[in-house]
């Protein structure tokens, strides 16, 4: 789905905005949080002179159907179960209670999943300056990372 963003962003190929939808649809049959990434995108787009042209383009209302094609399965099963799996998804981003033993927690389990070595290197790289054309990519990065431990805040 990164690929196809910076692909449809920063080469300015139309075709990638479909590559972005059918990955986003398929990876969200899996996990609704792939629902992320283009909310994160969407808000990028917004927020930048740069890129705000493309809320007019064809082809990204056109990846979001291909998205809710992808996603049709999951979306008709919801429908018919007074949308079950989205009411258990927003008692996600509810905030109840802050609690340090789950951001202790959540932050050690990122250090175990992708190991130590790939979590340091990755909090070296995220001070590091990227390029110019690379800086969506740490900004998309750190709005997903930060919302997770904004969530890890909560019970």
Known sequence: GLWFVYL????QLNKAWYGLGFSVGIGALTK?????LPAFVGIWV???????????????????A??????????YWNAAHD???????????????F????????????????SPLVFVLAVVLMFK????????LLGLFLAWFLFF?????TN
Do not use: T
């Open 8 to 11: 449809a962003l920063y080469e």
């Open 32 to 36: 609704l949080s792939m629902g992320l």
């Open 46 to 64: 917004m927020l930048s002179k740069h890129h705000r042209h493309h809320i007019l383009n064809r082809h990204v209302w056109g990846g979001i």
């Open 66 to 75: 291909v998205m809710l094609v992808c996603m049709a399965p999951i979306l």
């Open 83 to 97: 949308w079950m799996m989205l009411k258990h998804e927003q008692g996600h981003v509810g905030i109840s209670g």
């Open 99 to 114: 609690d340090w033993n789950n951001v202790a927690g959540y932050m050690g389990s990122q250090w175990i999943v992708v």
């Open 129 to 136: 300056a990227p390029a110019q054309k690379n800086k969506w």
């Open 149 to 153: 431990v904004q969530k890890s805040f």
